[in-house]
């Protein structure tokens, strides 16, 4: 099928997600004085704020644009609890690794308290998901992590040989895989929607449109100018993860902003769509290239990401990359259109761990890594607890939040090149198993 041909005819170029749940206004001007402002509307901004204004402090939400436009409602609603920090955890001591692997562990607790206490209807199930292995290579190694995931991490992770896998997942392209049963998946933008109802009705202040333009002052006495006024805070959280700028240098040059698109395919037919996923998992791989899938939370669709381009691209180029992909994993859907495509920033960190803490008297949370529903959640909690009165912002509050040389925020230098290595490893991965 030719890329000209792959987009239904009534293809858009904007989230899935927002056919539910769209980005939404708070317009009114924030206040002049808070306890606390928070910049940045996500998952970690919207979670503090819920937690501050629960513990009765005054706190205002300053988002950039309106609720929702940011990748907090552009993810695959893939909600990890431990299993993902993978590179992170390399030359770490075992109790470093447990320590970490288990306060991630709690982020799922956390994220699945939220749902049920908010009563937000997201469509949150805890199904599982499969990380299937490129190579069988790669089985090898997933299996030697398996005994670190159940451990430390309370998995509930077991091998699927590939002789198994189509119990699993309707393809032959994979080496088998790991089953990691303590995940879940929901939908992304009505969750940030319920996040945003609670902290709201908690009495947080939120504000779109509110573009924080300088930070000055010191801790108890920041002033913020905003495209919308000026603010006066005591204490001041940074949540901008995938979109950290210029307002924050010291940050910006600890994450690294990397595009990552999504598809969703048209309606499928049902018996189709039920035989991709058949026990409701989820889907990534082992690929260096990342590939991940899901279907739609009813049912009807594939909607299939990955890193498509590691230079910034329009989402309806980046489709039928995409779509050929789709295609290698599930030759089924080769000649099914795309309805949607879309994509968000992820924020890496040059040690693959997520980071909260105190720089310069700001609070940060940031550096999702890829998996950011439940950390993203989490951290934001941590930093506003600790605002609240404890001791710090929890494990993740490392010792040292590493940059490199000459890197001031700006990827697009060493992204391609990257890429490009990335690309090198999985076709000789590929090259050795002919």
């Not at 409701?280 to 594939?302: I, K, N």
Request: hydrophobic share 40%.
């Amino acid at each position: 099928m030719r890329s000209k041909q792959i987009f239904h005819e009534n293809f858009i170029s904007r989230p899935y997600w927002w056919d539910a749940a769209p980005p939404v206004k708070r317009n009114v001007p924030p206040p002049e004085t808070t306890d606390v402002a928070v910049v940045g509307g996500g998952y970690a901004g919207l979670s503090a704020a819920l937690r501050l204004a629960g513990g009765g402090t005054r706190v205002a939400v300053l988002e950039a644009g309106d609720f929702g436009t940011g990748a907090s409602s552009r993810n695959a609603g893939l909600v990890s609890g431990g299993n993902y920090l993978g590179k992170g955890l390399k030359g770490l001591s075992e109790a470093e690794a447990a320590t970490l692997m288990g306060e991630a562990f709690r982020a799922l607790d956390l994220v699945e308290e939220i749902i049920a206490a908010e009563r937000i209807e997201c469509h949150y199930e805890r199904t599982g998901r499969v990380v299937a292995a490129a190579v069988p290579a790669h089985y090898t190694a997933l299996a030697g992590t398996l005994d670190r995931l159940n451990s430390f991490a309370g998995s509930e992770a077991s091998m699927l040989p590939r002789e198994k896998q189509r119990t699993e997942i309707a393809t032959d392209a994979y080496s088998g895989g790991m089953i990691v049963n303590r995940t879940g998946k929901l939908h992304p933008a009505l969750y940030l929607h319920g996040l945003l109802r609670a902290a709201e009705a908690a009495g947080a202040s939120l504000h779109s449109d509110a573009v924080v333009q300088t930070i000055e002052g010191a801790r108890g006495h920041f002033e913020l100018s905003t495209s919308r006024g000026k603010v006066r805070a005591r204490e001041v959280i940074i949540a901008t993860n995938g979109y950290t700028g210029t307002l924050t240098p010291w940050l910006r040059r600890r994450v690294v902003p990397v595009a990552s698109y999504m598809i969703a395919t048209e309606t499928l037919p049902p018996d189709l769509a039920a035989s991709l996923l058949p026990n409701g998992r989820t889907l990534t791989d082992s690929r260096r290239v990342l590939r991940f899938a899901r279907m739609s939370p009813d049912g009807s669709r594939m909607l299939f990401g990955g890193r498509a381009r590691f230079t910034p691209q329009a989402p309806q180029e980046a489709a039928p990359v995409l779509h050929r992909f789709m295609s290698e994993i599930f030759p089924q859907l080769k000649d099914f259109r795309v309805s949607h495509a879309w994509c968000g920033n992820v924020a890496f960190t040059f040690d693959f761990l997520p980071h909260a803490g105190e720089q310069d008297g700001l609070h940060y949370c940031l550096g999702c890594n890829g998996s950011g529903v439940a950390m993203m959640t989490m951290l934001g909690r941590k930093v506003a607890e600790r605002i609240l009165g404890a001791a710090s912002a929890g494990a993740f509050e490392r010792p040292s939040f590493p940059t490199r040389p000459l890197y001031r925020g700006d990827p697009r230098l060493f992204l391609p090149l990257v890429g490009g290595v990335y690309k090198l490893g999985d076709w000789l991965d590929r090259k050795r198993v002919r």
